[in-house]
């Protein structure tokens, strides 16, 4: 899947953001972790685990990279992967403040970005 197609506004390009949501993390997995896993699928820039307030792991995160295809990449590649022992869960981040940005600067915009359509992966 490519970052630009055939599915958004008037010109043509579908709005694909940079940040994946991961989740089933273990317990212990730290964002050095999360970026040193998806490193492998490019440049991050940003990466960080969800802490409770007694600063226990809430067992997901997000990560951002350089580009839109690099998340997509990671989607593809790190979906069903181990980390730290766990099978983790990677799509797009549906809270991506960029695509949201966007979509709420554009005239007559929908709610929402369009989403790419997928079935979900074979256990």
């Known amino acids: 899947m490519a ?3 055939q599915n958004g506004g008037d010109d043509g390009m ?3 953001g940079k940040r994946c949501y991961v989740s089933n993390l273990a317990w212990k997995t730290s964002w050095q972790d999360l970026k040193d896993k998806f490193r492998e699928c490019g440049q991050v820039v940003y990466a960080n685990v969800t802490r409770g307030d007694d600063g226990r792991s809430k067992g997901w995160g997000i990560v951002e990279f350089e580009t839109p295809d690099e998340a997509i990449a990671a ?3 790190l979906n069903g ?3 730290g022992g766990r099978r983790i869960s990677v799509r797009e981040d549906r809270e991506d403040r960029d695509v949201k940005q ?3 600067g554009e005239e007559g915009a ?3 970005a369009p989403r ?3 079935p979900p992966a074979a256990a």
Request: net charge negative; charged share 20%; with cysteine.
């Open 3 to 5: 970052a630009e197609g």
């Open 14 to 16: 579908m709005r694909i």
């Open 75 to 77: 989607v593809n590649t």
């Open 81 to 83: 992967t181990d980390l």
């Open 102 to 104: 966007f979509v709420e």
């Open 110 to 112: 929908a709610a929402a």
């Open 116 to 118: 790419p359509c997928s």
